[in-house]
């Protein structure tokens, strides 16, 4: 009461004096009573707008309920009808008309202590095509995580959209559609934004702001980030991120009873081969050179890929006009008799232990695909990680069902406990959120000059090395969500201290890292 009589506030509140805890129950209370996910993330934003503590408070409290409301599968939808559901601006709209003048763009946010930016373009959001100028809600979402999930001070952290226009008629000829409406700018104007952009965030909030490229088309995102990489302290967690925590959850199957615990000795098949798709298998590759001292092209042999015109091979007509990510992995193919135009052809050549789905195909693992797999396999590992669910190649109920129950399965989305063959299982979610926040407080900490592809390797190991024998009891390789916050402090740390040792730091290195780096996040209370 005190404090409200030295706000001049007294009666223009209710007479009692809340914690925070009891805020938190009216909140949870009324956001459970929503009538679906989407109303819950509105009633979440309107909250945020309101109080922004309490809001972080309430995810943090309550991660694996309200992380898939914030984030995937629910903000695909979000982001689907962003400009009919929007109410108060977040962030900065950099569109290719400011190309020239992205610096002032800059300079009218309302502070340059920004450490970290998550910037898109739209084109690619989920598994859900361009959304252009709606898929600013997957910055804010992930923006989210870094502060919920990782501590990062959320005034420290500035979601971006470049508006380059959109190929969607749907919005094209929406009215309350509102980016710019236009198709798509492609070739060098975009590069040059983009470098731009980039550039003129260094001068405003430093040489080691991260910048981290999110849900790039297929044809930009690779090339971006191989301009970038060794610039600027970016990564893509399309590829990088997607790639990190699936190796980590690949590295965690290896140590389950009755599979080869080597990963050179796997056969890999993906279905899908795209940003994703062939980011984790770049990671694979670069794994198996590390650990078994052989060539990444060597490394690369038993690692496949199915794209929409069936299985890549060196002999396939017009092998060599493919994407060069793709380029990598056309192997010779001519041992294989038959057709390989289909994923069960390609799987029953192969012969493959992991079967990994990144190709936003629902229903592309069939029950003969998945009992094949049981049916070469002791334990067969399959990952379906397309988001969000509705694009999932196949539901943890199937996987079980369709192996005898054997099967090791992770998602993109997450999944309740399932019932199969008179067992219980609480399968992982294969989710980014597992490495990016912590990721992003390593370099953030550390004030690193770029990201090479080593420390992803290092990460990958360090998740997997957190996961314990009650969550493989479960059924899962990933620890529980409500560990998130002690997954993402061992991620910095190590992260951290492999930006001091390679000399990618610009900070002075602390005699106790731990310490240091929890020195840099914040709680959220009042």
């Known amino acids: 009461m005190p404090e409200r009589k030295k706000l001049n506030i007294t009666g223009l509140l209710p007479s009692s004096v809340e914690s925070i805890h009891l805020q938190l129950k009216r909140e949870m209370k009324n956001l459970r009573m929503k009538r679906n996910d989407l109303e819950k993330y509105v009633y979440l934003m309107e909250l945020l707008n309101r109080n922004e503590t309490l809001f972080y408070r309430l995810v943090v409290d309550n991660i694996k309920e309200c992380m898939p409301l914030v984030y995937t599968p629910t903000v695909g939808e979000a982001c689907q009808k962003y400009s009919h ?39 690619r959001i989920l598994g859900l095509g361009d959304l252009g100028i709606n898929g600013m809600g997957i910055p804010v979402g992930k923006l989210q995580l870094y502060s919920a999930c990782a501590g990062i001070p959320p005034n420290q952290c500035l979601p971006v959209v470049i508006d380059n226009g959109t190929n969607t008629e749907e919005y094209l000829n929406d009215e309350l559609y509102m980016g710019l409406r236009q198709k798509r700018s492609r070739g060098a104007e975009f590069e040059e934004l983009i470098e731009e952009f980039m550039m003129a965030a260094q001068k405003m909030f430093g040489k080691s702001v991260l910048l981290q490229f999110e849900d790039f088309g297929n044809s930009t995102a690779f090339k971006l980030l191989n301009m970038t990489r060794d610039r600027f302290n970016t990564f893509n967690d399309d590829i990088q991120g997607t790639a990190c925590v699936a190796l980590g959850g690949i590295m965690s199957s290896l140590k389950v009873e009755k599979t080869p615990s080597k990963l050179a000795d796997h056969k890999i098949v993906f279905l899908g081969a795209g940003e994703a798709g062939c980011g984790i298998g770049s990671l694979i590759a670069y794994a198996i050179s590390k650990e078994d001292g052989i060539t990444i092209e060597e490394a690369r042999k038993n690692i496949w890929f199915i794209d929409s015109k069936g299985l890549i091979t060196a002999s396939r007509d017009q092998a060599k006009k493919l994407p060069h990510h793709k380029q990598e992995f056309a192997h010779d193919a001519s041992a294989f008799e038959g057709p390989l135009d289909n994923l069960l052809d390609v799987i029953k050549a192969i012969k493959p232990t992991m079967l990994i789905g990144v190709s936003a195909t629902p229903n592309a693992f069939t029950k003969k695909v998945c009992e094949y797999m049981a049916e070469i396999n002791e334990v067969p590992i399959i990952f379906a990680l397309s988001n969000p669910t509705h694009k999932c190649e196949c539901s943890a109920q199937q996987a079980y069902d369709w192996t005898g129950g054997k099967c090791i399965f992770a998602s993109g989305s997450p999944f309740g406990t399932i019932t199969s063959h008179g067992k219980s299982f609480e399968p992982g979610q294969g989710n980014n959120a597992y490495i990016f926040p912590g990721l992003a407080l ?15 390797y290092e990460t990958a190991v360090c998740l997997a090395n957190l996961v314990t024998g009650e969550d493989y009891a479960r059924g899962s390789v990933y620890p529980p969500l409500e560990k998130i916050r002690h997954v993402s ?20 290195q602390p005699d106790e890292i731990e310490a240091w780096i929890r020195s840099k996040v914040t709680d959220f209370d009042y």
């Open 85 to 123: 559901i929007w109410s108060k601006p977040r962030g900065i709209y950099v569109s290719i008309k400011d190309k020239g003048n992205v610096e002032q763009i800059l300079r009218n946010w309302h502070t340059t202590d920004i450490k970290a930016i998550v910037f898109t373009d739209g084109e």
């Open 489 to 508: 402090l061992e991620i910095a740390k190590q992260v951290a201290e492999s930006c001091f040792k390679l000399g990618l730091a610009r900070a002075k």
């Open 442 to 456: 390593g370099v953030i900490a550390a004030e690193a000059k770029k990201i090479p592809e080593s420390l992803f």
